[in-house]
């Protein structure tokens, strides 16, 4: 790795100490117009979504707290490394001198390259050995730098929060990888699945988390100006949206009208999931909700119907349930945004603001809303056939005899990787 | 709620497409002249603050976590899109069209009236329904905007943080609802209104992130520049003089000097409750410790001796202390803030800085410092009177008997409104 | 101390009410020039690591949790008061009116020495009484203001992120006060230094914000412009690399390959405090990434075996092991920094941007990379001498009998210090 970067990587002209030289060029009149200014708060938003959001969210099993929150650190300081190399051949290759050039916007990318990962991972929690996932990361790494090419530059889709790009893939990659590492006789096993008291406290800190940063995550890579600040409005919005259809949906279908603790933690993210495409679009503060309304009620569905029919008929064991939270809302968000797209018009956005937003500049002049549309519905098709295709090799590779993977028994157990922690369980 | 914004609620020109063209027309040279970057990283800090802060500091009883930080989830989640539609009929209806322009602003404003909600959910924790909150939270924004708009507007009063507007307010608006839902025979209920070693520590999450980001509540609209470079160290200096004292008279005030972490967890914000009006004024930095200092003393005194006071002789049951933490500190604040005002002159701000500290603009040139300080004042009996007739309506609305509150043995406990975790209890 | 605020502390030009006027004086053209909306994101994360990051790091230990993250919070609070007078009596007196003016810059600098201290507190955890603690913080910052004015502005060594200034001095001050209250018979008592399984997931909210947030510790008083973003980044990097060594060495030092939380939650860190001088210099990417890797593995060796080395041979008994994740990465990153600097190059850096990034202004314009090099290695002797010496000293003052620290048998004992904390123990 250490190689790799001294071959290729360089700072980009912003982050390098030739940045006096670089304003005097262009003509920049202040050191704020650097675009660290512009991005590094929703950088560092993003940042606690994949370490604490993530990394918590998974803490919710009673006996697998350091497996998910540890695990989870692992693979997304070894993803991003990875990810800066293979984004950076395919997005910030400097063709005068064949290096990469980085700066906050390769990292923001960084970080969102390997959160196609960690969804991935929520599939697997608890059933899979850390050399397995470290492998899962790699392949999943590149296979996200090669659909991300194609998606945004081949295709020149628009999807600054990654509905497709990486809750659709991350979310079909793992669970098509989960398939094929069924364990049939996972349930007659000493059962360690479930949660306790405290350790759904702890989820609750990723929950939330993740629930407060997700409109930077939607804004972080958004245009300057006013893309930004609308991602960030939008996401506010349909993330408020989708946690009253949680609570009501969850209480509703309950005997007695009881809340379900793993709804609260998950079906209240939908609303960001699916506003990853159309955020930074003029979709309207009541389409937002429309988007975090809908989503929070097939989320919820999702966890009450489709999870135990997946496991019981499809042989797919969801351990975080992301087919509810991270797949079918993505679908849904890559559907909202082609149909926003496609309905775009200079009336609303503006001359100006139309070619901006979908970046209509270069070769790309001629191309009008509907267009971009049936682009943006391809661009869903591709997320889906690099999650599926992707998935079921890396799935094969997986089940190789001599990654270590844990017997039934050991499933959902810290004991099988960590030190100690059998000793002191007993007496909490 | 999606029609009513489908009728009203439009972006603002910062985030609008058309943010392009307002640049041409206003000579606005770069996008970093968009509010965005001003008010963005203080948004975040507040959002964290009302969800994970407010959240948190009310997992502390014992078998209620989760109904803290679940139902503070569901009330913030709810009051924001409600607040959003309310506080824009009253501040940001375009009189052009009759509709209302969201940006940022807006939306840091809608957290803040949600934050005043919160407040009066302490004095209630685990002692209603989540649908008696619900009400709670409807009637409490509707008064929270007309009171803000009076106080703001028709008074133009400076309120930056909220001591009159949304601690004194809300805490008011609590305190009136306990005293009218009053449960005689709660103490003699099997008793779950504890915390265990652990619930207290998730609880000083909460208190930490909002002493953190205290400095960003109070500085998140101030003026642009001086005025929110200003407002965030005043109540740094201001929190940090809090802790101080409450850890002295805390150990003071007990047998061998031991200390309580209720006062740790709540009175050491004080100070931050206090800044709400002063914090952009030209205090200056002795006059922030010496109001820590003193809002350190009057909390934890509070908790010491005037809670049990209360729920003694005036039955008024606050489970977690807001008197203690928002009314007097709230009380204290405006007065600070009143006080500020009145003795404000030209040789301290400088003309300039005099009338932007103030906005002694348009119709308001001719408002003198002295006369400032008397509608600050008249601010505060505003925020007074709507807090104790509003809790007053609000409170004999949740007396009716069809709101299914939780009778007085089920108080305090997570098992009424949540599934399984009576389940998990005894293995912990 | 608000005496002492009140003769000697203002507001400096951007954070008073004339900063208006210091606009037109100064051809400023617009708010967002104000140094705050340059550092105050920087600085809200750094107050986040200072606070919710090292006290939870502490809250480790089974039964000393309160302690960890109260007394963490009480001598923050103290210490930055005190941090703001004796800085600014050494670097921001003003010699028009000798006043001190602070902005935002200011209190980042408080937070930074406060760290020192709290570093120091890692050493000591569970074995000293708060008042104690008092007397260790008003000397440490004493002793940190003087070293730092003679590192930063005698000698004009570059040091952003505090590898010398903080983390060296801290930790010698630590180790050496540790030696000196050295506690012969600690291990024939009963023993309660171990942890939990919550106390340990608990334990990783602290690692985690440390961790996300340490490239805006090194980058928040960096240049603006590209000298924040180059050592974001290069922070970033290291602290990436850090945490894939870290897993690997934990992994293959134990037994059957098991995992250790405490390598987990310490040494990931270490590449972060190694970047503390180099962060803003062209260290290169690979170069970032190189001192993450030796960290992680300097690190985890230091706890495998060198803190059971010191506590058997050399008496110094290390609650936290902070000499493995400060003291040694420290002077590792010190010794890095003055080589990076002292093989700086105009070719590399461009003239102006040298001239930028190492201040070769003024009385400094004559000095030359490799000259600065040595400067650099000349403020590491400081840092040791000033750790060690006033260690020694403050440590013989908290020898006398009067301070009240707890018997062998209370260490690490929240008991001693909390109320009520026994009594809910036994149910948990």
Wanted: proline share 3%.
């Amino acid at each position: 790795m250490i190689i790799l970067f001294g071959l290729f990587v360089r700072y980009d002209e912003e982050s390098d100490a030739h940045w006096s030289e670089h304003k005097h060029e262009n003509n920049i009149t202040s050191d704020i117009e650097n675009d660290f200014y512009y991005r590094y708060p929703s950088f560092q938003d993003v940042h606690v979504m994949i370490f604490v959001g993530f990394g918590f969210l998974m803490t919710f099993l009673k006996r697998y707290s350091f497996g998910g929150v540890g695990f989870n650190f692992l693979i997304a300081a070894f993803g991003l490394q990875w990810a800066l190399l293979m984004q950076g051949w395919f997005h910030s290759l400097d063709p005068a001198d064949g290096q990469i050039k980085i700066g906050i916007e390769n990292i923001i990318n960084a970080d969102f390259c390997v959160a196609g990962c960690l969804i991935a991972y929520g599939a697997l929690l608890g059933k899979v050995s850390p050399v397995q996932l470290m492998v899962l990361t790699l392949f999943g790494i590149t296979l996200f730098a090669v659909e991300e090419y194609i998606i945004l530059h081949v295709l020149h889709v628009r999807d600054a929060g990654g509905s497709m790009v990486i809750h659709t893939f991350g979310a079909y990659y793992g669970l098509t990888i989960s398939w094929i590492l069924y364990r049939p006789k996972l349930n007659q096993s000493k059962n360690l699945s479930g949660s306790v008291y405290h350790s759904d406290v702890f989820a609750m800190i990723g929950t939330l988390f993740l629930w407060m940063f997700w409109p930077s995550f939607n804004s972080a890579i958004a245009d300057h100006g006013d893309g930004q600040h609308r991602a960030a409005i939008n996401t506010y919005l349909a993330l408020a949206a989708s946690v009253i259809t949680t609570f009501a949906i969850s209480s509703l279908s309950a005997k007695r009208g009881k809340l379900d603790m793993v709804h609260i933690q998950n079906a209240t993210l939908a609303g960001g999931v699916a506003m990853g495409t159309a955020a930074e679009f003029m979709i309207t503060t009541y389409g937002s909700l429309i988007v975090g309304f809908c989503c929070g009620i097939i989320s919820t569905f999702g966890y009450l119907v489709i999870t135990p029919f997946m496991e019981k008929y499809m042989k797919i064991q969801d351990t975080c349930g992301i087919h509810n939270l991270h797949a079918m809302p993505g679908v849904f968000g890559a559907v909202v945004g082609a149909i926003t797209a496609a309905t775009a018009s200079e009336s609303v956005y503006g001359h100006e603001g139309l070619v901006n937003t979908f970046d209509f500049k270069g070769e790309y002049a001629e191309r009008t809303p509907a267009m971009q549309g049936g682009f943006q519905a391809a661009g869903l098709c591709v997320a889906l056939a690099f999650g599926i295709v992707g998935g079921a090799i890396v799935g094969f590779i997986l089940r190789l005899p001599f990654w270590g993977d844990p017997s039934d028994d050991n499933c959902f157990d810290d004991e099988v990787y960590w030190e100690k922690c059998s000793l002191v369980f007993p007496s909490i």
